[in-house]
């Protein structure tokens, strides 16, 4: 092929294909890739390609960078370099913008291609580069993209994606602090934290914003302010690195503790994120994988493959470490506190011990394990008190007989009522009768509508955000070490504000925090004996599911049967709550591979605490959430014990026992024989 049947194919003029060749005039990156296709796929390069064959076969790709103090920057250069030299070619980097230098350096080198990484602060001269006549690709951000086979980097994604994560876990008071001097990415990230906000039904409110650039940057007072009004945030969002670590040292200066009384995310890894106190949930991007997709991009161009041109956005990665809370919400949307707070003190014990005060339980069905310990621990405490327990029902999840059953309890005239509904809308007059007749009310995990703060004591319940995030995490974790992908959820139907929070916080993590991971099927039940069909269908429908979410333990024994039906039982099941059915199928290396533990017997403990409290005239909070217990296969002996206030039974220390070979010292066994 000569030099006209070259130009002819490419659609160029013969001057065209010379100045590519010999690079003697600038030449589009368009018509420059179309020539150089055409020349890599004809069966043999003609005489004046090959005497040039250093200015389109150089092994060399430059890489110009500017700031080679960031962390960030420095591993997007060993993310180049790696795949550089898996593709054979040898990396030079020009630690300069200088354009003069640059046209010199391809004049007498002549690389093969060019990387060019824009600093997120200065990046206004590095996209007037963008026409060299060489190969090359810009690592910039969106506003920069012209269709020209850059790498973007999406900040706006990255900002809303920290907001909506802290919100989703129950923070409505979040800041947003802003380093960065390019008015540009400022503004996309700003836009992401407003978006996350309204999107949420939280108004914005410009205090919470901190502009570094305008401010003398961390100054003495400039995180000092948000911190001293009631309104303070309960989340902060660091858009830079230098922020993040200023903020720890502040925290430690004030004696803040993270993230108990506030949670930090970082938009930007650093070395040691991970080691220091706390280790730092972040936001953020990873500079390795952007270095490698350059090359790739760039590999792209050089080789004139269809689409090359088009942009390659890049999105962040939300990693969850230690320095974020999930703040738990009450059924009114009120925060959750720690039982510390229903601490009594010796003269207040005294007090309710000497006014001979009474109590009844009405749960809205019983017989099983977290009824047996709610009932335990509320008589306990109750028992220590003086309080005397009148009657337990059980209303064996019949609106109707809850209600006559409290018209009993009401006869008896208790001065406390600890109760759960067996149906928030059915028994609200029941429970306003209750109210108007002076009982204190003290509810189990869900309000009757219509009920105000004000009706009622408190509500004690566990806290099920962090609930449906410990299950959510067990089966991420476990799916994907285990090369596995995709998932099916079966979700409670039924209107009750718990395990619908505890549900869509399961969604919000394997959304989140595993996005290798893929939700291929949703279905809900009212009645959990309904589960077995549901589980049934939902597994004929969609074979390719390797993993289970279900509500609690009695519908995932339903799904677990479905599953043997099946016979598929090679599918992974988590749920929540811990009874002898599921332990036994864990020990025994069953489908069941974890779950999130209520802790029944503290609960009760609550209940008891914040009647009592009542009793004497205190106020306390109006939702009180104890911290849910995971449980795995390694830790199933000392969760039961804990959890269920008993030895573990025989049968599931000889099931794990089994499990090991007979290796009963493996993980402690030996401990309970």
């Not at 003029?13 to 030449?27: F, I, M, P």
């Not at 690592?139 to 850059?150: D, E, F």
């Not at 059980?394 to 406390?416: G, R, T, W, Y």
């Not at 009757?448 to 089966?475: H, K």
């Amino acid at each position: 092929m000569n030099i006209k049947e070259i130009a002819k194919k490419a659609g160029v003029s013969v001057a065209t294909v010379s100045h590519v060749v010999n690079k003697t005039r600038y030449v589009s990156t368009e018509l420059t890739e179309r020539v150089i296709k055409v020349i890599n796929e004809s069966d043999g390069q003609p005489n004046f390609v090959l005497r040039n064959m250093k200015a389109l076969k150089s092994d060399v790709i430059l890489c110009l960078v500017e700031n080679l103090l960031d962390y960030f920057y420095i591993n997007i250069v060993k993310g180049i370099q790696s795949k550089s030299e898996e593709n054979g070619y040898d990396m030079v980097v020009l630690n300069s913008f200088n354009k003069s230098l640059l046209r010199e350096y391809v004049r007498l080198e002549k690389p093969r291609g060019i990387i060019i990484i824009a600093d997120k602060n200065n990046d206004g001269e590095i996209f007037k580069m963008k026409d060299i006549n060489i190969p090359n690709v810009i690592i910039g951000h969106a506003r920069n993209s012209t269709q020209n086979g850059s790498i973007i980097i999406d900040y706006y994604g990255s900002a809303y994606k920290a907001a909506n994560h802290v919100i989703k876990n129950g923070h409505e008071r979040v800041c947003f602090i802003n380093e960065l001097r390019n008015g540009y990415i400022h503004n996309q990230m700003l836009m992401g934290y407003k978006d996350a906000l309204r999107n949420n039904g939280i108004p914005f409110d410009p205090v919470l914003v901190i502009d570094l650039e305008s401010s003398n940057p961390f100054g003495n007072d400039i995180f000092e302010d948000i911190f001293i009004t009631e309104s303070r945030p309960t989340a902060l969002l660091s858009a830079g690195g230098q922020a993040t670590k200023e903020l720890l040292k502040f925290f430690n200066n004030k004696y803040i503790k993270c993230p108990d009384d506030v949670s930090l995310v970082s938009f930007n890894e650093f070395e040691l994120i991970d080691m220091v106190n706390p280790a730092i949930t972040t936001v953020a991007f990873d500079p390795l994988q952007i270095g490698i997709k350059s090359v790739e991009k760039l590999n792209e161009k050089i080789n004139g493959v269809e689409h090359a041109s088009h942009d390659t956005v890049i999105s962040s990665r939300l990693t969850v470490r230690n320095s974020t809370q999930c703040i738990g919400r009450g059924p009114l949307g009120e925060k959750a506190e720690s039982p510390e707070v229903l601490d009594l003190t010796p003269s207040e014990i005294d007090l309710i011990r000497s006014g001979s005060y009474t109590a009844a339980i009405s749960f809205h069905y019983s017989g099983i394990a977290w009824a047996r310990l709610h009932e335990k621990g509320i008589k306990d405490v109750f028992s220590d008190l003086g309080v005397k327990v009148l009657a337990v029902t059980d209303a064996h999840f019949d609106p109707e007989l809850q209600i006559k059953q409290h018209a009993s309890i009401l006869a008896m005239n208790p001065d406390v009522l600890i109760s759960i509904p067996a149906d928030e809308v059915l028994t609200e007059q029941s429970y306003r009768e209750v109210v108007n007749k002076g009982v204190k009310l003290v509810l189990i995990n869900n309000v009757p509508n219509g009920l105000q703060q004000e009706d009622y004591v408190s509500c004690v319940s566990v806290n099920e955000r962090q609930n449906g995030q410990t299950a959510g995490r067990i089966l991420g974790e476990y799916l994907s070490t285990n090369n596995k992908k995709k998932i099916g959820l079966l979700l409670h139907g039924a209107p009750f504000f718990a395990t619908k929070q505890r549900d869509t916080a399961v969604q919000q993590v394997l959304s989140e925090e595993f996005p290798e991971l893929e939700i291929v099927a949703i279905d809900n039940f009212i009645s959990r004996k309904k589960t077995f069909d549901k589980c049934y269908e939902m597994i004929k429908n969609h074979p390719e599911i390797e993993g289970l979410y279900v509500s609690w333990d009695a519908p995932a024994q339903e799904a677990l049967n479905a599953l043997r039906e099946l016979n598929r039982e090679d599918i992974s099941i988590v749920t929540a709550d811990l009874d002898s059915d599921v332990a036994l199928n864990m020990a025994k290396g069953g489908p069941i591979k974890g779950l999130s533990a209520q802790r029944p017997y503290e609960q009760g403990r609550a209940m008891a605490l914040a009647a009592a409290n009542a009793l004497i005239g205190k106020k306390i909070p109006s939702f009180i959430g104890v911290a849910p217990y995971k449980i795995t296969r390694d830790n199933l002996l000392t969760g039961w014990q804990d959890i269920l206030r008993e030895r573990p039974p025989k049968e599931l220390i000889k099931a794990l026992k089994n499990m090991r070979g007979g290796d009963v010292k493996k993980e402690g066994i030996d401990a309970w024989y």
